[in-house]
């Protein structure tokens, strides 16, 4: 892994930034040998480096600043990784808060308070997702005075009923529209084409507008569309600004004044060499120019532009370390090499398909020269990492690690299989603290319930 690799944007290197190689031939993440890691914190082990992290947040920043001529504000998609430490990092870079759910939300305002920051700071910077926001959750969101990203039409009943007694203008809430936009990325995590699950159909704006003006509740501050995740296209964003300006347009047409534009995230990451995503500072670039050019064209002045970026702000500041097992060869086929993982810790292969690159942590230099299928341990034949790993001799010991899983495997782990979820280490200037502990058989258990009348008298 050259420096060339090395000095790309953050969301443009397979390996976190300050990744080396040792001369005993290990890999080090943030100065600390993986060996030692997986020694001292066990495996499989998420490892996060937190200049990677924090560079990633300071790009979006000081481009937004750089390239848009009105106010901006980075909210981070919680989804990607939600934890205290993660949540902490990021909202000590200034960056706001996406949050999907209660639980989201939770993290944010436990992190946040823990940091020292007021309630108000908190409720200014998140901004509360979902297409199917339960009524606690609509409690929480306006009790804690944040934004909402309003969804749809029961939604929009649901707050002016919760709302009906505070004053004028509590709510704070944003419209999520679906542009009805196609992009390039797994079927899976489009969001903004017209048969989305997400967002008002365009067909129901005048009508959304019109109801939202009446409502003496409601302060509606801005619109918000998402088109999808893990994507290299730059037209789709210019596109969807286009869109998006043009609504603001008519809805201060229809009496209704917007500041607020919420771009949604989507910059993809490389997951392997082939992958080569645009950089930060070019999607900022094109993002805010295409803002401005369609302001101008509309004759309207700079909205607040927010972006929620998830993916290409940690992605890339992940890996995970694997302890290599079983192998099983298949003469004239393939070659199985096990790891202690799978499924559970990265679920992303079985459900997108998705690509992976590997090394040996600790052959960092050598040759080349096998062929192997990565196998997670799980009851499941589909339990396939990487399909076709070309690696040096690998032996049960070695340990491989798995590129680019900052994003979307914490997150979506599971304990399939009743496999504890692995630890997490924030790694930064030769120091490791233990972000996330390792579940326990205990854990394992632990909502588990036994009815009396199934235990003997
Ligand atoms: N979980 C997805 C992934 O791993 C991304 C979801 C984005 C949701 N808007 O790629």
Redesign the pocket.
Known sequence: YTNEILQKSPNNCLLPLTSKTTEDDFLEIGECNIKDLVEKFGSPLYILDEKTLRTSCKQYRDNFKLYYKGSSQVIY?S??WSCLSVVGIIATENLGFDV?SGGEFHTVQIAMSKLGYSEIEIANRVYFHGNNKSLDELELAIKANCNIVVDNWLELQNLVELGSCLPEKSIRILLRLTPGIECH??E??K?GHVNSKFGFNLNDFETVINYVIKQKVLNCRGLHS?I???IFEKQPHRDLAFILVKLLKKSQELGLTLSELNIG??LGISYTSDDNPPSIEEWVKNVSESVMEACLDSNLSFPKLIAEP??SLIGSAGVTAYTVGSRKEIPGLHTYLAIDGGMSDN??PI??Q?LYSILIGNKMSEKITETFIIAGKHCESGDIIIKDAQLPQTHTGDILVVMGTG???Y??ASNYNRIPRPAAVLVNHGEANLIVRRETYDDLVKQDCLPQRLLPN
């Open positions: 998609a989804k990607a999907v990325t797994h899976y995590i969001t998402h999808g995740s893990q995230g989507g998830g993916r679920p992303r459900t997108y998705s994003a979307y495997n997150s979506m």
